[in-house]
């Protein structure tokens, strides 16, 4: 069983930063991918950034430029670097692992998720 902690969320103000951590643990299983998600109150869920085992990264169209995602391998936690912070970022984010036990079984995790709250 996958476990993901996450930390960093918080309030800023528009213009600030700040950077999301999330530690996957457990055994048995390899990363494949790993992301961010993020659902503002009355929307959906929607793809914030994601990276994969071999560091290729997919952000959304909202957070292009703004936003870095990277991950360190050793430690199984992924990283999201947010900058140029908007009140339409106010959101909460959650942290999205994509785990294989084996050849052919894999584990879809979501964290418990940490708000992110941009003040005007």
């Known amino acids: 069983q996958v476990q993901l902690v996450e930390s960093g969320g918080g309030l800023v103000q528009a213009g600030g930063s700040l950077r999301l951590s999330c530690a996957a643990s457990?055994?048995?299983?390899?990363?494949?991918?790993m992301g961010w998600y993020r659902q503002a109150p009355g929307k959906q869920r929607e793809l914030v950034a994601t990276v994969t085992s071999g560091s290729s990264t997919n952000y959304g169209d909202s957070v292009k430029g703004r936003f870095t995602i990277s991950r360190d391998n050793a430690k199984n936690t992924v990283y999201l670097q947010m900058n140029s912070l908007k009140p339409e970022d106010t959101a909460v984010y959650y942290c999205n692992v994509m785990v294989r036990y084996g050849s052919t079984l894999f584990q879809n995790s979501w964290g418990q998720g940490t708000q992110v709250t941009v003040s005007s």
């Open positions: 457990g055994s048995g299983f390899s990363i494949n991918s």
